[in-house]
């Protein structure tokens, strides 16, 4: 399958399928084989459990830099690190990179091929569900200390390719965590596929036709709201819907201590409590929904934590704060979101909602 994203800036596809990765190189021959050199980012745990499969089925000679697992290749010493590579490998503004990994490979690799001689082209190939997200659009970042992706660029690949056998060895957490990203882009576009999703018996074991499937719909929402709007001055916005509070939970647990699409899960559902009070979100709904993520492992004890002051600390820190003032995603109804700016006293108020909520729902 091919799904065309058409950003300002240039349009690209990303092409999708099972067991795809040599035909989708061979179909990309033209971008590939001009580069002078090509070199692959991953990280240690992708590369120990897919190193086999990717040398098999990459028809190209390439040099690889294995980056530290998870959140922690999104380092300043990490983006360091991976200059220093290209630059010892003698590449060039010719050379061509290939971000092999989930989202943090992504992030990093997108952002080290923006900045290495002010820019050289790089392709997508991503392993995990949450990176059909993550890998459409050209977000690219690095993570501060202070907050989350606070540093970095909007730099569009050159392709994506989405090799849905990469994803067969995927642990349960990782899936939860993708499948997070795959409801929202539902939740903010189509009530009917919604439904379809959250009448699925186990979120974390969905059969790979279907899965295909669903991971499609999901970037086709990305590659429309993306070629309206490719640097996030309106409606790219509402791909934040559960990002505010969900950002701030992740970065209180420390990143990598709870999983992205986790967070947001549980921002998610602050999110809903918040459009109850200006759409029409019923809190029936809410609850039918918090009830449907409970029972696939979310982890909403982990905001028992913290105080909402805690969170609140990294909320402030959040990209899409303007002259002070937060703003938030909101639905006024299913597939029709919106943003609204919130104030700190019924920011606090809604905290106390979830609590009292995931008290009374989730016993």
Known sequence: ?????????????????????????ESLK????????????????????????????????????????GEACKSFKNFEDAHTFLIEKHCSRKSLVFAFGGGAVGDLTGFAAATFMRGIPYIQIPTTILAHDSAVGGKTAINHPLGKNLVGAFYQPEAVIYDINFLESLPSKEIRSGMAEVIKHALISNETWLKELLQTPSITNIEKKLLAKHLKSGIEVKANIVAQDETEHSVRKFLNFGHTYGHAIEAAAGYGGLAHGEAVMIGMVYALILSERYGNISREFTKEFLKFAYNNNYPFKEVFKYTFDDLYEYMLKDKKMEYGKLKFVLLQEIGKPYVKEIDELECREVDRELRHLLEEVCK
């Open 1 to 25: 399958m091919q799904i065309p994203v058409n950003a300002k800036s240039h349009s690209y596809e990303v092409l999708i399928g099972s067991g795809i990765l040599r035909s989708a190189c």
């Open 30 to 69: 033209d971008k590939i084989e001009k580069a002078d050199k090509l070199v692959v980012f991953t990280d240690e745990n992708v590369w120990q459990a897919q190193q086999n499969y990717f040398v098999e089925n990459f028809p190209y000679p390439f040099e690889v830099f294995v980056m530290p697992g």
